[in-house]
């Protein structure tokens, strides 16, 4: 689970067949993360582990979105996020979705990260408030790949003008395809307020953007 992505679109989904369950999950009518998810909840340390790797790519792009594309503070929530995920498995009783459980976990580690972060910083702030932004090198990067970064440094710029929560709330319905009713309930939403929610956040990013050139 070493590597992860920064950008907009979400992780691989190549590891979501594991025959074995999938033959389970069919004969019992359960989702597969379900069927997991029960077994990870009474000690079956494979299950966990195939739950967890199944997850991560989108463990990691729900921490990312929040954050606001902090790559430290995204690495570390995620992390985190695994761990309460292992500690609180047993407690999952199906009162929501897997997916909304998880999720609710991934929102308090990363407030846990920016408190812990903040808590580091006590002190140590800069005369002008705020630190140098790092860049990559992409001096030998060829032409499109420099496009891309700039296209991918833009967005992220656009999606730090939104709230965490709004930045999530389009991460996971854009690259992760979370309907209008799932988003409701991980977030405790009205289905409307989630409808208007993300049309303002989508009107505000295309705004940004086309004044960035882009569209």
């Not at 029960?38 to 299950?47: I, S, T």
């Not at 580690?109 to 005369?127: C, E, H, K, P, Y």
């Not at 090198?137 to 499109?144: G, N, Q, T």
């Not at 991460?171 to 409701?184: Q, T």
Request: charged share 30%; hydrophobic share 40%.
């Amino acid at each position: 689970m070493g590597s992860h992505k920064t950008g907009w679109t979400a992780g691989s989904r190549e590891h979501d067949t594991d025959p074995l369950a999938s033959s389970l999950a069919a004969k019992t009518g359960e989702t597969l993360d379900e069927v997991l998810a029960e077994e990870a909840g009474a000690g079956d340390r494979g299950a966990f582990e195939r739950l967890a790797w199944r997850w991560w790519d989108r463990i990691r792009g729900f921490c990312a979105a929040m954050s606001g594309y902090d790559a430290d503070l995204a690495d570390e929530a995620s992390q985190d996020a695994l761990i309460r995920l292992h500690k609180a498995i047993k407690g999952w009783k199906r009162r929501s979705s897997f997916g909304t459980f998880l999720y609710a976990l991934c929102r308090t580690s990363v407030a846990d990260a920016v408190r812990r972060r903040a808590r580091r910083n006590r002190g140590m702030i800069s005369l002008d408030g705020e630190a140098a932004p790092e860049f990559p090198d992409i001096r030998a990067a060829p032409e499109r790949e420099v496009l891309k970064h700039d296209l991918e440094t833009h967005l992220a710029e656009a999606m730090r003008s939104l709230t965490p929560e709004d930045r999530v709330l389009v991460y996971l319905h854009e690259a992760e395809g979370v309907g209008l009713a799932e988003l409701g309930l991980t977030f405790g939403l009205p289905e409307g307020t989630v409808k208007s929610r993300l049309f303002r956040a989508r009107a505000r990013l295309a705004s940004i953007m086309r004044d960035k050139g882009y569209g």
